[in-house]
């Protein structure tokens, strides 16, 4: 009849030491799952592509319920969304708005990826 080898006794330093030098604090995981919201529904990820293909100028909202086929209400709301997660700037020019994007918003979500 063959046994096992007895394990060693391990320390509980050794089992403990953390593997990660800093973690998240509650206030920026916060922040960070907000971001990853705003990007994880598809309406909101073809209105990124539409207004960042558009004109530097910026896109004006009347172009952007057609592409997506839905209403206007639904639209606004995403694109709430979008100006509230800091990838859209939003202009009021006289009775329409106009979006653009945000000076690097995609790049700052890549970096906050890569460091996860």
């Not at 998240?24 to 919201?37: G, S």
């Not at 598809?42 to 057609?66: F, H, M, Q, W, Y």
């Amino acid at each position: 009849m063959t046994t096992a080898p007895a394990l060693e006794d391990s320390t509980e330093q050794d089992c403990c030491t953390p593997a990660v030098t800093s973690v998240l604090d509650a206030q920026t995981a916060h922040q960070r799952a907000r971001t990853f919201k705003a990007l994880a529904d598809p309406n909101r990820l073809r209105l990124l592509s539409i207004v960042k293909a558009g004109s530097l100028n910026g896109t004006c909202v009347c172009d952007l319920t057609e592409p997506l086929e839905l209403g206007q209400p639904t639209v606004s709301h995403h694109l709430k969304i979008l100006v509230d997660a800091g990838f859209l700037a939003r202009e009021k020019r006289g009775t329409w708005a106009f979006y653009s994007m945000v000076p690097g918003a995609l790049d700052a979500v890549t970096e906050t990826l890569l460091g996860l």
